[in-house]
């Protein structure tokens, strides 16, 4: 930042001059966008918790006990489960599968996605009208169901999950990324690049691809949110993350709704856990939209 | 009108032939034939039987013909039959589809009951508080696994009133109180997350509408705010709003999925999982098109009643 401003700037030390401004930016964003600062709130929450889980859990989260479906109390926070583990460890825990599976799955349905809609959107014609036509036929199926059979057919295990919930992420990806590309390409900089003989592919990577930034991060910030929601789903139905890996998904099927009459707690913390993280991303998707699409400013 | 009719028509067919095409390579990702499966939990596997049965099904032809046969076969209205339950398929998703249409039915009327009347105050009340709570409110419901919203439901009726979910599916027609009694809350389960979808896409479209010069006019001639709001600008906002709906509908679909599980509902969608789980491949097969169908169908729809709604739609080239 400094740099831009004048060689005066650029000879003092930059950390004190960019502070106050960065803190100014920091309060803007809070006043402006009250709901995404809270969102930023709980995203921090959730990846401290993942990132600490070690630190922050009481118990070994996979280890049973002859303590079954105690109720919380001092040792035992949030009570236990049917086999005795220590649920509050658990819940700590399955933020860091909730958020491996939801980051990996999201970048790799996005990233896979954002290529092929810029080729889409770059290259035009016939490649344009085929690739949109299997993206159509990929979005005809809602995104559980598609994830669902995937899940089915690869089975349950850690890689195939993230597989099976990036997949429905790339037609969503492509459309996005082809709709800003073909704007993009129409402007004066790509015209004058390419009059000074620089290459279609990297026309499109080095000067198309980066201005595409902006809707790909809202992009991804919204599908993280839907992501994690399809792996509990998954995880629920049992075609998701296979035991032991403490899934927030996973803690709520079978055991939590047989005995939910018995030990409530069993359905309340590893659902609000799932909520809060998805609320996280929503609240911050929604400020990050309004903040980086200028035509939905103000609305 | 007629060419974009026609249009309409081809691309639906044309997504409905890939979809067919992606539904049966995704099938065949997994190791091994649907006889394999079969005779995995018998212990002693007679090579000759194998054989037979491998020929019977026609999973010893070429992928091809075995795809032509599928098709073929769904043309004629044929979904294949079960083998778990050894019943032709038709026979278990035929008592199931009521079921699904009333939950699917019963949750997009909520939906749209909620989402429409809470976008349009919120945009009517842009950055007051029931804006705030509204999108709040909006927001969870696109937090929360709804699923879990059904279990939090069912746990405090069973808690607090001492109800319990019936265990056995009741039709509209012996018993409507108890029916409805056994649908309403799964129905409001699925219906919270499609009205929150619903209320931002009302909400940002009024927002649009309200800045144009007519409904400036509108207030200008003396017009009373609530009606230029909900006759003039809600109209014309009606159309996103409607688009939503249909897309909506495939969602909705996915959430009866784990919904009906929950509440144990015997719809089509949770046979969809007894099939998945147990394997029942070609069941899994022909009820995930038949749900493509109900989509592409859905979508088909919509476009058309869009073209009836808006005039301005240039029906040649749309």
């Given amino acids: 930042m400094a740099r831009v401003v004048g060689t005066v700037e650029l000879a003092a030390p930059s950390l004190p001059a960019v502070e106050p401004r960065r803190r100014a930016t920091v309060a803007r964003f809070i006043r402006r966008q009250p709901l995404g600062a809270a969102g930023v709130v709980l995203m921090v929450a959730l990846v401290a918790t993942a990132v600490l889980a070690d630190v922050l859990a009481t118990h070994d989260p996979i280890r049973t006990s002859s303590s079954v479906l105690m109720a919380p109390n001092a040792d035992h926070w949030l009570g236990t489960d049917n086999l005795g583990r220590d649920l509050y460890s658990r819940v700590i825990h399955g933020s860091r599968i909730s958020l491996a599976i939801g980051v990996a799955s999201t970048l790799l349905g996005a990233v896979l996605g954002g290529l092929i809609g810029l080729v889409s959107g770059y290259v035009g014609g016939t490649t344009d009208l085929l690739i949109q036509r299997l993206m159509d036929i990929m979005q005809a199926l809602p995104i559980l169901v598609l994830a669902l059979v995937l899940a089915a057919s690869l089975g349950p295990s850690l890689p195939n999950a993230i597989v099976a919930i990036s997949i429905p992420i790339i037609p969503r990806a492509a459309r996005l990324i082809r709709a800003s590309v073909l704007a993009i390409r129409e402007l004066a900089y790509v015209e004058a690049a390419r009059a000074l003989g620089v290459r279609h592919p990297r026309v499109a990577l080095r000067h198309i691809l980066p201005n595409t930034i902006g809707p790909f991060i809202v992009l991804i910030t919204a599908q993280l949110g839907a992501s994690i929601l399809v792996e509990a789903a998954l995880s629920f139905l049992g075609l998701g993350i296979p035991e032991p890996y403490p899934s927030w998904g996973r803690m709520l099927s079978i055991a939590a709704a047989e005995y939910a009459e018995k030990a409530p707690w069993l359905v309340i913390w590893p659902g609000l856990a799932i909520s809060l993280a998805v609320f996280g991303t929503n609240l911050l998707g929604d400020a990050l939209r309004d903040t980086l699409d200028p035509r939905l400013r103000g609305s | ?318």
């Fill in chain 2, 1 to 318: 009108m007629r060419g974009y009719v026609a249009k309409r028509f081809v691309i639906a067919v044309v997504t409905l032939v890939g979809m067919s095409m992606v539904i049966f390579s995704l099938m065949r990702l997994a190791p091994g034939n649907i006889v394999d499966i079969i005779f995995e939990s018998a212990g002693y596997v007679d090579q000759a039987d194998k054989k037979q049965l491998e020929h019977e099904l026609g999973v010893d032809r070429p992928i091809p013909i075995q795809y032509a046969r599928w098709v073929g076969e769904l043309l004629q209205g044929d979904l294949g039959k079960s083998y778990r339950y050894d019943m032709r398929a038709w026979t278990i998703i035929k008592p199931r589809l009521p079921v699904t249409l009333e939950l699917a039915g019963l949750a997009l009327l909520f939906s749209v009951l909620l989402g429409v009347p809470a976008g349009v105050v919120s945009a009517a009340r842009q950055n007051r508080p029931i804006d705030y709570v509204l999108r709040v409110l909006s927001l969870a419901g696109l937090s929360m696994p709804s699923f879990w919203l059904g279990m939090v439901v069912i746990l405090l009726f069973v808690r607090s009133l001492g109800w319990i979910p019936s265990v056995t599916y009741v039709s509209p027609f012996d018993d409507l109180r108890a029916n409805l009694w056994q649908f309403v809350v799964p129905a409001l389960a699925v219906g919270y997350r499609s009205s929150a979808l619903i209320m931002r896409i009302t909400r940002s479209a009024m927002l649009e509408v309200m800045r144009e010069d007519y409904i400036r006019t509108a207030r200008a001639k003396g017009q009373r705010g609530t009606l230029v709001v909900w006759r003039h600008a809600l109209k014309n906002a009606s159309l996103p709003v409607i688009t939503l709906i249909g897309i909506e509908f495939a969602f909705l679909i996915g959430g009866l999925v784990v919904t009906e599980t929950v509440f144990n509902l015997p719809g089509v969608a949770r046979y969809l999982v007894d099939a998945i789980q147990f394997r029942d491949y070609p069941v899994v097969q022909n009820l995930v098109m038949f749900i493509a169908i109900v989509v592409v169908l859905a979508n088909l729809t919509v476009d058309l009643l869009y073209a009836w709604v808006d005039p301005r739609i240039k029906y040649g080239r749309a």
